[in-house]
């Protein structure tokens, strides 16, 4: 088949599930970037994300700089939509604007398992391994360390 004008783009990029290794976090999520805006020529990033049972997620917060959307592939996830905790599942959906509170957790003795998607595309894969490295190293952040930690990758707690 050819391309029916100069103006079409034949960049399209596939990843493999097989060539994806999760990071896992302390918590004992788990998290795949599917396409970090590296691969999405920053337009969007897409990130699978695994909750274990009980599993906590991050405590009420915003983004000043992209939007965030949650889609629900299996089990039973809290969603906070700046208002409510809402119990979602297979096929929810969660869209938070640019500066929208929100935050999810799994509270049921089940696993679950979402999609993330960010637009437009912060390198939030480098947020995500800096949180995997303090667990694993086991240091203690102050107050302020987590703050500046947030700050430098548009999280901010809403408080």
Known sequence: MSVPDSTADTSARFRAAADLSPLRMRTGAATRFTAPGSVTNGQFGLFEWD????????APHFHKTFSESFYILS???G?????????SGPGDFLYVPVSGVHAFRNDSDAAARMLILFSPAPPREKYFEALAEIGESGRTLSYDEWTELFAAHDQYRAE
């Open 79 to 87: 969603l906070y939509d700046g208002h409510d905790w809402i119990s």
């Open 75 to 77: 089990g039973k996830v």
């Open 51 to 58: 909750l274990g049972p009980k599993g906590s997620g991050p």
